[in-house]
């Protein structure tokens, strides 16, 4: 890749970050198990301005491992264009989950999970700490938020 213009500053790396996160509708979900094994899969999602929504089966490894180990890092695919969120996850059931929630995963996904199975459950997904960058030019101040809050 031929880097041609200057590196982003950070409050433009914060908007191209939030305007993904309206925007796309998948993204990588990696998470691992209680010996560490290791998944990655991708997901349908709506993001609250808050929070990333996701629904999977909670009974698959994905579920499982979003439910018990509570932690998640999640990446959009363009590898020119990097966003990396580590967060925290919260596991609600289909009759547990905010009806604002589930209702603008709906309308972006055109799937409701609550109509599907009693398998499927809702993942909130509270950022802890975002990262973006287009090369390596970009890589210092790659850090938009720590510990929940934007550094910018």
């Known amino acids: 890749m031929k880097i041609t213009e200057p590196p982003r500053s950070a409050g433009q790396r914060k908007q191209d970050v939030l305007a993904r996160l309206a925007r796309e509708s998948d993204i990588w979900v990696a998470t691992a198990d209680e010996g560490g094994l290791p998944c990655l899969v991708a997901l349908w999602f709506a993001w609250d301005g808050e929070s990333v929504w996701m629904s999977t089966r909670a009974t698959n490894p994905t579920g499982r491992n979003l439910r018990d180990g509570g932690r998640t890092r999640l990446a959009f695919g363009d590898t020119q264009d990097v966003v990396l969120v580590d967060g925290d996850v919260e596991t609600f059931t289909g009759q547990g989950v905010p009806a604002a929630a589930a209702d603008a995963f709906v309308a972006k996904t055109g799937w409701d999970p609550r109509n599907d199975s009693a398998s499927y459950a809702f993942f909130r997904v509270r950022p802890r ?21 934007w550094a910018v």
């Open 129 to 149: 700490a975002v990262q973006a960058w287009r090369g390596g030019h970009e890589l210092p101040g790659r850090h938009l938020m720590r510990d929940g809050v």
